[in-house]
C-alpha cells in the first residue's frame, strides 16, 4: 500500500504534462484544470490503496474517461442552452502558450542568438497548432506515445482500444504531421 507522500509525488509529477494533455484535447484552460484536478481526485479516492507502479496507467485511463466525459457534458450542455459567451468579443489576449515551459527552458542556453530563438518559437507554435487540428483519436495516441513516452500496449490500454488501432492512429498521426510542417517549410 502507498503513502499519502507518493500519491502526493506522483500528482505532482503527472500535473503539468497531463494539463497541456487535456489542453490540447478540449482548448480551454479552465475545463483542462478541472478535468485534470477531477482526474486526480478520481484516482486519490478509487485508487489510492493500488502500488505507484499501477498508477500511471490508471491516471492515464482516468484523464482519457474524464475528458470524454467532459465533452458528453458539454454536448448536452449546449444541446440545451444557449452559450452566453458566444455574444461577447473575442479577446484571445489571455492564451495558453502549450509548449511555454519548453521554449523558456530552452530559451534560458547560454549563447543563443534572436534569431535561433525566433526561428525555434515559430517551429513551437507551427507543431502546436498542428497537433491540434489532428483528428481527436490521433493526437490522443500521438501524446499518450510520443509525449507520456508510453509504449503501445500502454497506450492502447489507456484508449481502451486495441494495439493495432494505436499503431493505425500514431502512423496517420505522424504523416499528417510530417506533411503538414514539410508545407510550411520545416524540417526536423
Known amino acids: 500500500m502507498a503513502t499519502e507522500k507518493e500519491l502526493s509525488?506522483?500528482?505532482?509529477?503527472?500535473?503539468?504534462?497531463?494539463?497541456?494533455?487535456a489542453l490540447y484535447h478540449v482548448r480551454d484552460?479552465?475545463?483542462?484544470?478541472?478535468?485534470?484536478?477531477?482526474?486526480?481526485?478520481k484516482l486519490a479516492e478509487h485508487y489510492s490503496h493500488k502500488g505507484p507502479d499501477e498508477w500511471p496507467m490508471l491516471f492515464?485511463?482516468?484523464?482519457?474517461?474524464?475528458?470524454?466525459d467532459w465533452f458528453r457534458r458539454n454536448k448536452a450542455r449546449s444541446?440545451?442552452?444557449?452559450?452566453?459567451?458566444?455574444f461577447e468579443?473575442?479577446?484571445s489576449s489571455d492564451d495558453f502558450d502549450v509548449l511555454e515551459m519548453l521554449s523558456s527552458q530552452e530559451a534560458g542556453e547560454i549563447g543563443e542568438?534572436?534569431?535561433?530563438?525566433?526561428?525555434?518559437?515559430?517551429t513551437l507554435l507551427a507543431i502546436e497548432k498542428e497537433l491540434q487540428d489532428l483528428p481527436e483519436r490521433q493526437?490522443?495516441?500521438f501524446l499518450l506515445r510520443y509525449w507520456e513516452d508510453m509504449d503501445v500496449a500502454e497506450t492502447a490500454a489507456a484508449m481502451g482500444c486495441s494495439e493495432g488501432s494505436v499503431k493505425t492512429h500514431c502512423f496517420r498521426a505522424v504523416k499528417a504531421l510530417a506533411a503538414a510542417l514539410k508545407a510550411k517549410g520545416i524540417s526536423l
Open 9 to 21: 509525488d506522483f500528482l505532482k509529477s503527472v500535473e503539468a504534462r497531463a494539463f497541456k494533455r
Open 60 to 68: 492515464q485511463r482516468i484523464l482519457s474517461n474524464t475528458t470524454l
Open 139 to 141: 493526437r490522443e495516441a
Open 29 to 41: 484552460d479552465e475545463a483542462a484544470l478541472d478535468i485534470v484536478q477531477d482526474s486526480m481526485i
Open 79 to 86: 444541446a440545451l442552452f444557449t452559450n452566453m459567451s458566444d
Open 113 to 122: 542568438s534572436s534569431e535561433n530563438r525566433l526561428e525555434r518559437e515559430q
Open 89 to 91: 468579443g473575442d479577446d
